[in-house]
């Protein structure tokens, strides 16, 4: 079974991931994807900084993620861009490892899970929410984001309402972490229900 977690940018949706792993699943880590297919010498590495300018690059000629995300996350097209050159391999790569990893639960922990059109591959789909402001302190508390450039992230990802509507299940982040394992534990419960009938 094939268990697709996602959220908005900041909602926890990966501390839950991380909660179904302690209960048994695999997890395929979308992001972690990510950064290793742009890492110096790839071919996106290169598309990349052909695409963008070395402007973006570190001193260790590695990408500057937060230089990049200012880019894109200003301008929709080069978003898309971005988004037309990374998500391929990602894809593919994920693909590769839902194959390999055929027995038992698999958590496929992605932000894009939707917006990359991925939704055909798992076979429940859990969104994790979390009240707006809360969202916005906890981002403001972890990253080095203003409030303009968290908001901005928000939007350019699809609705919470909307990946609710196409949600299996929710996961409500807005409490202690205790109360979202509960959650978690239940969903769990559910899913070893549902895959021995």
Do not use: C
Request: hydrophobic share 45%.
């Amino acid at each position: 079974m094939i268990i697709g977690v996602t959220g908005s940018f900041g909602s926890g949706k990966t501390t839950v991931a991380r909660m179904f792993k302690v209960l048994g699943a695999k997890i395929i880590d979308a992001d972690i994807i990510a950064r290793s297919v742009i890492r110096p010498g790839t071919r996106i590495y290169k598309k990349i900084i052909a695409t963008f300018g070395r402007g973006i690059l570190k001193k260790d000629k590695k990408i500057d993620r937060a230089k990049l995300a200012n880019i894109v996350f200003n301008n929709k097209e080069r978003l898309k861009l971005l988004n037309e050159i990374v998500h391929p391999p990602v894809i593919r790569i994920i693909k590769g490892r839902l194959q390999v990893k055929s027995k038992g639960a698999i958590v496929l922990d992605a932000p894009l899970l939707i917006e990359a059109g991925l939704l055909n591959l798992v076979d429940k789909l859990i969104v994790v929410k979390t009240d707006r402001k809360l969202q916005i302190k906890r981002l403001l508390d972890k990253s080095l984001l203003s409030k303009s450039e968290i908001s901005k992230r928000i939007k350019a990802q699809v609705s919470l309402r909307k990946k609710i509507r196409l949600a299996d299940f929710v996961i409500d982040n807005s409490a202690t972490l205790k109360t979202t394992k509960k959650q978690a534990q239940k969903i769990w419960a559910e899913l070893q229900l549902q895959r021995t009938h």
